[in-house]
Every structure is written in structure tokens, then in C-alpha cells.
């Protein structure tokens, strides 16, 4: 299958301070993101869907300035966690697919906001 | 409101016996179901899949059984072997096939013993 990877694998950060997660499609171009949020012993829950050169579709309940997502090329979108807060520590998993076939999922990056 | 419910946590099966992981779901507008399989700190792989339309897809060990009147699907795993032991999460999509946005249940982990 195809194969979806994410940068950082884990990140500890200050309260306050911002971080950017990648999410890269490494042997197809996707047309479709999605970034998925999972707390402990929760099921994973969509955030965004981003599709390339337009602006993220938020889910509700999902702070659009807080969590800023960038789909800049077919291989690439990045979620930005701004003013970070301990309650923002979680797991994201970003999903990617080409023209609605099936979603591969990254490896997930675990955030810790001190 | 959960739209898709897995409500047992946990499952404890002896390796060889059968494994069957329930999903309940309540949005009938869904048409196409998923099951994936999630190791601790990794993102979730694809298992397999359903649509609406049939009632039972098989691939190998594993088989999905749909029961639509119900709103309720299984997964079965025989035999079950220790290295199926992970978190099994239930989705659904409203997309007609296109697994565009996914509503994952919360997981069910199942533990095969030797």
C-alpha cells in the first residue's frame, strides 16, 4: 500500500509556544488530507479535511485559528498547533488519499505541552 | 452523539479460536464500513471493508458481517492468532464508497493469548 509519513514522531513543547506537524504522501500524490486527533482511549476524531491549493474544512468544534492547516502541494500538508496548551496534548494522525480511493494513515505524532 | 459505537473495550481470546469485534452505528445515511487495526503509537492500518450493499465481505481470516436493519456490523477473526492483538477500530463513511470523512468508533483492544 501506499505509504503516508509524519514529522515529528513525537514533540514536547512549552505552553504557549507553537508546532508544526508534516504529513507527507511519500510514493503518491494526494489529493485529500485529513488530520484525525486521539485522546487516551478515544476513538480517533476528524479535525480538517484539506484538499490541495484550498482552504481546510474544519469540523466542528475544531478551532480553525488554532490548529492552522496548509495543503501547499499534493505530497505535503502541515498542521500548526499555535499557542499550544496542556489540554491540546494529544495524538494526531493525518490520513491522506488520491481522488477518494482508500485513506492511507500516518504513523502518528504524539503531542506533550508542558 | 457517537455515531459509531464499539461498546466493548476490551476482548480476551485463546490463539486459535474464533475473535468477533462488534460495531453498532446509528446515521442510516452511512453506506460503506471499515475496520482497522491500530498498534499503540502507530496510525491505524486498513483491515477490511464493507459496502451497503452486501451483507458479508471475507479476505483471508478476517470477515465483516453487515447487518443493516440492525445498524450493526461484526468482524470475525479465525483463527486467531497473537499477533492480531491490537485495537480494532470500526468506521463509517457517508460517502458512497469514496471513504471520504470517516467516523471511527472509540476501539475495542483485543488481547489473543497463546
Known amino acids: 500500500g501506499a505509504v503516508v509519513s509524519q514529522h515529528p514522531s513525537w514533540v514536547i513543547c512549552k505552553s504557549g509556544t507553537s508546532v508544526k506537524i508534516e504529513c507527507r504522501s511519500l510514493d503518491f500524490q494526494a489529493t485529500t488530507m485529513f488530520w484525525y486527533r486521539q485522546f487516551p482511549k478515544q476513538s480517533l476524531m476528524l479535525m480538517a479535511t484539506?484538499?490541495?491549493?484550498?482552504?481546510?474544512?474544519?469540523e466542528q468544534g475544531v478551532e480553525k485559528d488554532k490548529f492552522l492547516i496548509n495543503h501547499a502541494s499534493l505530497t505535503l500538508s502541515t498542521l500548526t498547533v499555535t499557542s499550544a496548551h496542556p489540554e491540546d496534548s494529544s495524538f494526531y494522525i493525518c490520513?491522506?488519499?488520491?481522488?477518494?480511493?482508500?485513506?492511507?494513515f500516518g504513523p502518528g505524532t504524539r503531542l506533550t505541552v508542558l | 452523539d457517537q455515531q459509531v459505537k464499539q461498546n466493548s473495550p476490551s476482548l480476551s481470546v485463546q490463539e486459535g479460536r474464533i475473535s468477533i469485534l462488534n460495531c453498532d452505528y446509528t446515521?442510516?445515511?452511512?453506506?460503506?464500513f471499515l475496520w482497522y487495526k491500530k498498534y499503540p503509537a502507530e496510525g491505524p492500518t486498513f483491515l477490511i471493508s464493507?459496502?451497503?450493499?452486501?451483507d458479508k465481505n471475507e479476505d483471508g481470516r478476517f470477515t465483516v458481517f453487515l447487518n443493516k436493519s440492525a445498524k450493526h456490523l461484526s468482524l470475525h477473526i479465525v483463527p486467531s492468532q497473537p499477533g492480531d492483538s491490537a485495537v480494532y477500530f470500526c468506521a463509517a463513511s457517508a460517502s458512497g464508497g469514496s471513504q471520504g470523512n470517516l467516523i471511527f468508533g472509540k476501539g475495542t483492544k483485543l488481547s489473543v493469548k497463546p
Open positions: 464493507i459496502s451497503s450493499i452486501k
Open positions: 446515521n442510516s445515511m452511512f453506506d460503506y
Open positions: 490520513s491522506a488519499n488520491q481522488d477518494y480511493n482508500e485513506q492511507f
Open positions: 484539506s484538499n490541495e491549493g484550498s482552504k481546510a474544512t474544519y
